[in-house]
Structure formats: structure tokens, C-alpha cells
């Protein structure tokens, strides 16, 4: 018996010291680090960016988190997905190509928890012009019809090096409905970081929007506002 409380005591130290390992802080539940060491799909509503669970020192994930801090959401979600490395070595060049097909946005399903049916979550997208800051990094100057606001000018820049892929998207005009201004210009927005940790790649999306906190109306807001970013996140995660 006590051998077996050895044992038992012994994988369970082990198992908490291979999840640490991870890039991600204690406030994961045991649910979600399960699944992530079973490279599911974690899903977590955080409301503020000191709820991010991200800690890492790779330079795409400060990029990240300064984006976040500075954008300062009162809507926050991370979307946390790892991958093993080896079979997946070419995942960020698969990543950009996904990414980079703006017109594929249109007609991802989106479920809408108020109507209780789906919606697509674009329109029709298309891309402008692209910017070619440098070898590294270009933008996609973009319009996407974002239901249920209308057409709006998205810029989408992408970028990658030896580090890190870091994907950023924000709306460069106010979304508006039935005419009232629900979202400001560029307090939308969703990220997508991929970097190497050990035998593994790190999948981090976080979307966020600062909006307005109307009563009777605040959690249905957040509910839809959160349920497209987790949307778009896991269609993309889904095409690798």
C-alpha cells in the first residue's frame, strides 16, 4: 500500500511538473490541462488581460500581451491549442495559407445562442490591397461584411520570423447596428500566436472588445461578442 502511495504520488508530481512546463500560468483547472495534453481545443471566457493565462518569454507572446494590455478589452477570450511538433513541422507556412485566404471567411457557421440557430459569421470578404512592410510582415488591407454590423474596413497584419507567426486583426471603423455605435473603431480584436515550446507548438488565439456595459443587455452582448471570436478561432485551428 504505501509503495502504490509512492507511486501514485510520484506521477502526479511528474504530471504537474510537465504541464508547468507549458507556457501557460496555474489558473488553468485540471479539465483544461487535461485536455491540453490531449491537444484539444481549451476555451476560457477571461474578461481582463491579468486573466490571460500566456506566460512565456518568446517575443511573439510579449507582442501579444502588450497588444492586449494596451487594447485593454472588457470582453477577453483565449483559445489554447497545442500540437506536436514532429508530423506538423510545416504548421505556421499551413497557418498563414488559411489565414491569408480572406475570402474564405465567408460562410463559417456561426451559432447564435439568442435566435438558437446558425448564422454565418462573415459575408463577403475580400482583400483591398496588401502591404509589404518587409520580408517578414505584410498587411492585408481587407472589407469583410461582419454580421450583423455591415461592410468594414479590417486591416489584417501577419507576421512571421525564426520565433514566432503572429496574426492581428482589429476593425478600422465603428460597427454599428440598426443604428446605434456598438463597437469604436479598433476595439475589436483577434489575435492568433504560434511558436515553438519543447516537442510542441503553442496555439494561442485571444480575441477581444471593448464595448459598452448595457444593462439587461451586458451578458448577451458578451455572449455573442465572445462566441465569434471562439468561432473564427476553432475554424481556423480546424483547416490545419
Known sequence: MFNKFISFTFLFLFS??????????NR?????????QKEEVVIRSIDKYKNMTLN?????????????????????????????????EDLPEK?????????????????SEHHQCYFDLYGVSLIENVEEINPQKKILNSIIDIRPFGFTRVPITIEKNDDYMLYYMTNNMDLKHKGINCVKKENMKSLILVFKDGNNWILYGIGGVKAPKIPLFEK?????????????????????
Open 16 to 25: 504537474s511538473l510537465s504541464v508547468f512546463a507549458l507556457p501557460f500560468d
Open 28 to 36: 488553468l483547472s485540471a479539465e483544461e490541462i487535461e485536455k491540453i
Open 56 to 88: 512565456s518569454d518568446n517575443p511573439g507572446a510579449k507582442k501579444l500581451k502588450e497588444i492586449v494590455q494596451e487594447h485593454n478589452p472588457n470582453y477577453l477570450a483565449e483559445i489554447i491549442q497545442i500540437r506536436k511538433i514532429e508530423g506538423n
Open 95 to 111: 497557418l498563414i495559407s488559411i489565414l491569408e485566404n480572406v475570402e474564405g471567411y465567408s460562410g463559417i457557421p456561426y451559432w
Open 220 to 240: 448577451r452582448i458578451e455572449t455573442s461578442f465572445m462566441n465569434k471570436i471562439k468561432t473564427f478561432c476553432q475554424f481556423v485551428y480546424s483547416k490545419l
